[in-house]
């Protein structure tokens, strides 16, 4: 007797590798207390709590990040992250 072969389905979706995980955000590499701290003040400056403009804040938290050892991340990168939503 024959094997029963699987679907078409079923066979493509166990050939197909999932995909990889190209990159990882430099927030996501963080502790998530720091991550959420990080978050709290992005949303504090979005709501007009926190002073100051984008590249500012942006300065500030890259020269923090920088002193506490914490990430080696770059103006720009903040800057962008601040600005998405």
Same mark, same amino acid.
């Given at each position: 007797m024959a094997e029963k072969r699987p679907s078409l389905a079923d066979a493509v979706r166990a050939a197909v590798p999932p995909a990889p995980v190209? @990159? %990882?955000t430099w927030i996501a590499r963080l502790a998530p207390e720091v991550a959420?701290? /990080?978050e709290a003040i992005k949303?504090?400056?979005k709501a007009g709590r926190q002073p100051g403009s984008k590249r500012a804040l942006a300065t500030v938290l890259v020269a923090e990040l920088h002193d506490r050892g /914490? @990430?080696?991340? =770059?103006?720009? =990168? %903040?800057t962008a992250w601040l600005g998405k939503d």
């Open positions: 190209r @990159s %990882v959420a701290e /990080l949303a504090a400056w /914490l @990430s080696d991340i =770059g103006l720009q =990168g %903040v």
